[in-house]
């Protein structure tokens, strides 16, 4: 039911018009002056206010630019007396959404009010279609690459999205299962309703079963209210529950009975609840081995495991670190107000060479902080973190020989495996790393230039 505030002095138009909006079913609050409307606004956050001109403590055009500064989408429809019009256009040039004189026109009345909600429910469509679209490319640009594996999953997930099969994500830390996870609700019918994340490993095993299924007050020591667990808040839409295996037996009991019955008890209830809950798991290690291990019940596996995804590790679907370590890298430009053009050749054949062990989420810390540090136009090798690159071993001097390779070839490469070497050891400081090769700090700088670095 949209709430409607009414802010004027006058009592009997305020019980005049409340009793004409409530007929028409809409919920109504006043105000006498202008203080007492911008706390109720900033309180109760009404759909429109009814603001008259002319209040004891403040003008309406007063109270108008305050409330903006806090809540612009609350539509305000001034009061005004006759001879004020031009003062009610101001007004309107201000962000009010119309006028009406008073005494106000019972059907005049209503229309205004109903033509002002339409507007604002268009305007709220458009702020969460906005929102969901952004969301969503977020989402695809970080999780979808150009690899043939990604682009499988990305059609697994179009797939299963519609539905309301339970879902299992399998993939290495860092691989984006949390984000696969949101991809589906997005994609899905249950988009516009709760999609509530836990970690199922985060949580104090005595309190998992009042964190999932919530509590009656008084049911142990400490409840001193009654709270909602994650199910019945994530009613109509989609709980993502990660790292699933780390559940407790007695709460893996439960969990299989509420997944059958789509029904919970609140501990210390006795109530059935119902519930209309997408559930999402997700583990980064095999479900299966956990049940040989027996660590997690058979019979809860197999009711979960409607459909599966598998997310390959960063190093098995080489095709992608690029295009993500663009994508990162146009993130860190916004967040840091950078302008870097991208990576140099000897960057890129790091990054190629580099196994990834953190995954997708190593990468993005990785080019936000080499972003973070640069202040060239490209990132180079000495950017990075001194564990992502390799130095040759300088103890095994005819490993660095290849065929055909000319004597100059073979001296850059030792050279930049000595200033590698010495980054290492300087933690990526460069003015340490200089004392290490006992050169200047300008003399590293053009060793680096000429080198690539």
């Known amino acids: 039911m949209e709430t409607i505030l009414i802010v004027d002095d006058d009592h009997d138009l305020q019980f005049l018009i409340t009793e004409i909006l409530q007929d028409e079913g809409y919920s109504t609050i006043t105000a006498g002056d202008g203080r007492q409307a911008i706390k109720t606004v900033k309180k109760q956050s009404p759909q429109i206010m009814l603001l008259d001109l002319k209040l004891p403590d403040m003008n309406g055009m007063q109270v108008l630019e ?24 101001k007004a309107m040039k201000l962000g009010a959404f119309d006028y009406l004189t008073k005494p106000c026109d019972n059907e005049e009345l209503v229309l205004v009010i109903k033509k002002a909600l339409r507007t604002r429910h268009l305007s709220d469509e458009v702020a969460s279609l906005k929102k969901q679209l952004a969301e969503q490319t977020a989402i695809k640009q970080t999780v979808v ?33 949390e984000l696969i996870a949101k991809m589906i609700h997005h994609v ?33 020591t400490g409840a001193d209210t009654q709270q909602k667990g994650k199910f019945e808040e994530a009613d ?75 997310l390959p590790p960063l190093r098995e679907r080489r095709e992608d670190i690029l295009v993500l370590a663009k994508h990162f890298l146009d993130e860190a430009n916004q967040e840091f107000g950078k302008h870097i053009k991208g990576f140099s ?92 090769l006992q050169i200047n700090r300008k003399q590293l700088y053009r060793k680096m230039e000429r080198l690539g670095m």
Request: glycine fraction near 6%; include cysteine.
């Open 145 to 177: 690459g150009e690899s043939p594996q990604m682009q499988h999953i990305l059609k697994q997930v179009q797939i299963i999205a519609p539905t309301n099969m339970t879902v299992i994500i399998q993939g290495k830390s860092g691989t984006g299962k």
């Open 66 to 89: 305050e409330i903006r500064k806090f809540d612009p989408a609350v539509i305000v429809i001034m009061l005004t007396a006759y001879g004020d019009v031009k003062d009610a256009v």
């Open 236 to 310: 109509g839409g989609t709980l993502f529950l990660d790292e699933i295996t780390n559940l407790p037996k007695a709460a893996q009991v439960k969990l299989l009975r509420v997944v059958q019955e789509r029904q919970l008890q609140r501990i210390g209830g006795r109530k059935h609840i119902k519930i209309d809950v997408r559930i999402i798991v997700a583990t980064n290690i095999e479900i299966a081995t956990a049940v040989k291990q027996g660590i997690f019940r058979e019979d809860l596996f197999h009711r979960l495991n409607e459909f599966a995804i598998s």
């Open 345 to 436: 050749s000897e960057t890129v054949q790091l990054m190629l060479e580099y196994p990834w062990t953190g995954n997708v989420r190593e990468l993005r810390n990785e080019i936000r902080n080499a972003a973070l540090l640069t202040e060239s136009e490209s990132i180079r090798p000495g950017h990075l973190s001194a564990h992502l690159i390799e130095p040759q071993d300088t103890n095994t001097f005819p490993n660095m020989f290849e065929e055909n390779m000319s004597f100059e070839d073979l001296t850059r490469k030792f050279e930049r495996s000595l200033i590698i070497r010495a980054l290492q050891k300087a933690s990526g400081n460069k003015v340490k790393a200089a004392k290490i």
């Open 188 to 220: 899905s019918p249950r988009k516009d309703q709760p999609f509530l994340a836990i970690d199922c490993g985060a949580i104090p095993e005595t309190l998992v079963e009042s964190e999932l299924f919530g509590h009656e007050k008084g049911a142990f």
